[in-house]
């Protein structure tokens, strides 16, 4: 059985993987799964959903893992990560025999579910997973949106998830199943401020473009409250992330663009959308001193899409190229051998983007729960989760009394020459900030 800390979800290297590297199209990568890929197709409410699996299910050892999530889709860039990261911890635990629940050494089955960036088919798709498919783990909630529309269900099917989703107010209605791997928005926007007020000079002068969505609109107040008195938003815009156009972006920018103008904050769960807002800032030369995106967690697409735009862009992260100082720590478990794995796997561009280390990471928290049970579903494992404190490839996991993981903050990131780099907290900073940017950016 596995303890608060582990131990099974957090190996010793083995020698090699068992993944394939996946094939290379057109510059993007599709998914590919290791092994055997098996396409399922059913209707389910006039839609269509199906997944990918590993292996065959045929033997009762199998510890079937499902992961609903957005391949294709506005957000298929992101999701498509997340699932490469459960396929690398999978093959990790079944390099060193599977992973153990009840005493027994039970073999590791991934099954990915294309919810295509509709979180109404990640309801139907969730109960397939758990009802049709009965699976041992579940991971989904993959981004807000997903999140908010599963939380009832996963508390009628009393199937604890783990989210890749920012604290809204979904998270605070008592659902002893819906936790996330990050921090509250206080917590998080902390870091923000505290970087923001370090500079020098200090940037006043704010124009903020947020998605119309609870989860970000919160995020922007925190943060400006969090900044201080001395701080003016002197343009406040949101938008429907879903019918914005290069057109509608540009029109914004010319307001958002006022006299003396030296930050300008972008928020969008889409990363197509910040890619949006960055060409059209080009387009129309605007060129503030500092641009920063709340939402540029998959920074190695952006820098692929933008090319020389994303230099100097400035985010929040849980990963960089680099982790050593963060590791050092003692609250990054295993990082640098989870970097090899996922390098080796699926190459550089993934390795250094935070998504999949966020997906071992709920790997990791959802199975020592699950061990430390003895069961698979029901409020005893998400009890136990809640109770957890243990350190993983992504950071400390402790979560509050809602499930958010309240033991660490964000990191700031910069693009620096193609790659994204840490800024902040200087603890764990592996570069100095580029600032201000420069006026003939980028």
Not at 136 to 165: E, H, K, R
């Amino acid at each position: 059985m596995g303890t608060s800390e582990g131990n099974t979800s957090n190996p010793p290297p083995p020698t090699t993987s068992s993944a394939t590297p996946p094939p290379k199209t057109g510059g993007r990568r599709t998914i590919a799964i290791a092994v055997a890929v098996v396409i399922v197709l059913a209707a389910i409410g006039g839609g269509v959903y199906y997944y990918y699996s590993t292996q065959s299910t045929s033997s009762s050892n199998n510890f079937v893992v499902g992961v609903v999530g957005p391949l294709t889709g506005a957000l298929g860039p992101a999701g498509t990560p997340w699932a490469d990261g459960v396929t690398v911890w999978a093959n990790a635990m079944n390099a060193q025999g599977g992973v153990l629940f009840n005493g027994q050494k039970m073999h590791v089955v991934v099954k990915v579910y294309d919810d295509q960036s509709n979180p109404t088919q990640a309801v139907q798709l969730v109960t397939q997973a758990v009802q049709g498919d009965h699976v041992d783990m579940l991971i989904t909630g993959f981004l807000t949106p997903d999140t908010d529309a599963i939380a009832s269900t996963i508390q009628s099917l009393q199937v604890p998830i783990v989210a890749n989703a920012a604290d809204d107010p979904e998270f605070h209605t008592g659902n002893p199943y819906l936790n996330s791997i990050y921090p509250t928005t206080a917590q998080q926007m902390q870091s923000f401020a505290n970087f923001f007020n370090g500079l020098n000079p200090v940037p006043t002068n704010i124009s903020t473009l947020y998605a119309n969505e609870e989860a970000m609109i919160a995020l922007l107040g925190t943060t400006v409250q969090l900044m201080g008195p001395s701080y003016h938003v002197d343009y406040n815009a949101t938008y429907n992330p879903n019918t914005l156009t290069s057109a509608s972006a540009q029109s914004y920018l010319l307001n958002a663009n006022v006299s003396g103008l030296n930050m300008l904050m972008v928020s969008d769960e889409y990363p197509t959308n910040v890619i949006t807002w960055v060409q059209a800032m080009k387009a129309l030369n605007i060129r503030p001193p500092i641009i920063f995106s709340e939402d540029m967690w998959d920074a190695p697409f952006f820098i692929s899409q933008l090319g020389a735009l994303a230099n100097g862009l400035i985010g929040q992260d849980n990963w960089a190229a680099n982790m050593t100082k963060a590791e050092a720590s003692g609250q990054y478990a295993n990082a640098t051998y989870w970097f090899q794995q996922m390098n080796a796997t699926f190459g550089n561009s993934i390795a250094i983007n935070q998504l999949p280390y966020q997906a071992i990471m709920a790997c990791e928290v959802q199975l020592a729960a699950i061990q430390k049970a003895g069961a698979t579903t029901g409020p005893v494992v998400a009890a136990d989760l809640r109770a957890l404190n243990m350190s993983t490839v992504d950071g400390r996991f402790v979560a509050n009394q809602f499930g958010l993981d309240i033991a660490r903050g964000p990191f700031v990131i910069q693009v620096q020459n193609g790659e994204p780099v840490i800024i902040a907290p200087a603890q764990f900073a592996t570069a100095t900030p580029i600032y201000p940017l420069s006026s003939t950016w980028p």
